[in-house]
């Protein structure tokens, strides 16, 4: 049978499928509209995360807001996710391991979204969802298509809190993103002209 946000939502949270589990305090399972056009995927969540329960809520998540109001969207208007849905000790990246054992939760929340544009946030999502060998001093901001959906990657908001010669790249890739829902998601309304 077909999955419903609510029963995945629930069979994800009893998730024992790879170590994270036992340090987690939460699932971090996703946020934001279920019928959005527009998917962004993370990392995986950090302290504040697996405490909240909620993706992007610290720091990073703070910027990632601003980021996105500055193409005329929230937090409302999205859906956002990450590759492992629990806390990896110390904020290390995830094992690849821990990856592909998470990765299908991700894969059943984007089939039933079906969105129409994906942006990964940094260099894990991006090689996870858009190609193994993602490079993404190089690559971010370009657009790859599958399946009929538009997918691209941005540095990461925690990259940009670290690094400010990085922004003003990522502010054309966030005005390219903004080119590309206009011309694709006719549901999502900007609010900026
Ligand atoms: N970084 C991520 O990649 N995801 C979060 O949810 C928070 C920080």
């Known amino acids: 049978m ?3 946000w609510e029963d ?3 069979e994800c949270g009893q998730c ?7 340090r987690r305090t939460q699932v971090v399972f996703g946020t934001g509209s279920r019928t959005a056009e527009i998917l962004l995927i993370g990392e995986g969540p950090g302290r504040n995360e697996d405490l909240q329960g909620i993706p992007f809520v610290g720091a ?13 969207l929230d937090r409302t ?18 094992l690849n391991t821990e990856q592909a054992v998470c990765l299908p939760w991700l894969r059943r929340q984007t089939a039933l979204l079906r969105p129409k ?3 990964c946030l940094g260099r894990i999502a991006a090689k996870a969802i ?4 993602f490079r993404i001093a190089a690559e971010h901001g370009q657009w790859f298509q599958r399946g009929g959906v538009y997918l691209t990657a941005i540095y990461h908001p925690a990259a940009l809190l670290r690094d400010l010669g990085k922004r003003p790249e990522t502010f054309e890739d966030l005005k390219a993103i903004q080119g590309k829902i ?8 900007l609010s900026v002209p």
């Open 2 to 4: 077909a999955d419903t």
């Open 8 to 10: 995945l939502e629930r």
């Open 16 to 22: 024992r499928g790879c170590a994270l589990a036992e």
């Open 60 to 72: 990073a998540g703070q910027l990632l807001d601003e980021m996105l109001e500055m193409i005329g």
């Open 77 to 94: 208007k999205v859906y956002i996710a990450n590759v492992v849905k629990c806390r990896p000790p110390g904020n290390r990246d995830p």
């Open 117 to 119: 544009l994906i942006v």
């Open 130 to 133: 858009i190609k193994e060998d």
């Open 182 to 189: 206009r011309e694709i998601c006719s549901k999502t309304e």
